[in-house]
């Protein structure tokens, strides 16, 4: 069973603080990305990586960063996080061309 | 730039009966994929059934079908005979070929419910 694996289903953290959110994928993905779920808006990219150490911007990049290391890893990190970083977070991979695969989910909430 | 809208935020059906959700997107490119994902209350979003741009053939999963408009830019989801399972949220996706990779953009999600 394919699977993309998600670190935390909730997560609470302090204004200003670093946060890591961290994905893993076993189906040997090219392709993986960082989505945000917000009511009413859908889901919206934040970064997308294409291969290894690669990385390009999507449609909400800013106050974010993300690392791919490792083909089956993709780290999204909130360098100081706000209030209105408060979402959920949905991970996702795919082969070239293929349908995505997503985590489950982390519901993420500033304070 | 692509968009994907879908019009109707919240929908209810009847147990057994059958409900389509609308989808319409736009873009210049002639080649791409369009997609209807379903996430259930539980929050994990899975694929629904997918459909390649190139095929005039509409798309069909058991109870699920589309209704492919390619010159109406439109890919609408029918769900027959509706379980209480299918209540979620569904989400049309259109990916594109971008930067030598693929993405996908997604609509703002239609919530149904199905009503026992």
């Known amino acids: 069973d394919v699977k993309v694996t998600q670190s935390s289903r909730y997560l609470v953290k302090r204004t200003g603080e670093k946060v890591f959110l961290e994905c893993v994928q076993d189906?040997?993905?090219?392709?993986m990305f960082w989505y945000r779920q917000d009511p009413g808006l859908g889901l919206r990219l934040i970064y997308f990586?294409?291969?290894?150490?690669?990385?390009e911007k999507g449609d909400i990049p800013e106050g974010y960063s993300v690392s791919r290391e490792k083909k089956e890893r993709f780290s999204l990190i909130l360098e100081s996080a706000s209030t209105n970083q408060t979402s959920m977070y949905l991970c996702?991979?795919?082969?070239?061309?293929?349908?995505?695969?997503f985590g489950q989910g982390t519901r993420l909430t500033v304070v | 730039a692509q968009t994907v809208t879908q019009s109707q935020p919240e929908m209810s059906v009847q147990e057994a009966e059958t409900v389509t959700l609308s989808c319409t997107y736009d873009?210049?490119?002639?080649?791409?994929?369009l997609f209807w994902y379903k996430q259930p209350p539980s929050r994990q979003m899975i694929l629904v059934i997918r459909?390649?741009?190139?095929?005039?053939q509409n798309a069909t999963e058991n109870r699920f079908s589309v209704n492919f408009q390619k010159a109406a830019k439109s890919f609408s989801l029918k769900i027959s005979d509706s379980q209480l399972g299918d209540t979620a949220m569904y989400f049309c996706?259109?990916?594109?070929?971008?930067?030598?990779?693929?993405?996908?953009?997604f609509g703002t999600g239609t919530r149904l419910k199905v009503l026992a």
């Open positions: 996702a991979s795919s082969s070239l061309g293929g349908e995505a695969f």
């Open positions: 189906m040997d993905h090219e392709n």
């Open positions: 990586s294409y291969d290894v150490k690669m990385k």
């Open positions: 873009t210049s490119e002639s080649n791409y994929y």
């Open positions: 459909q390649e741009a190139y095929k005039q």
């Open positions: 996706a259109f990916m594109k070929h971008d930067s030598g990779t693929y993405k996908y953009i």
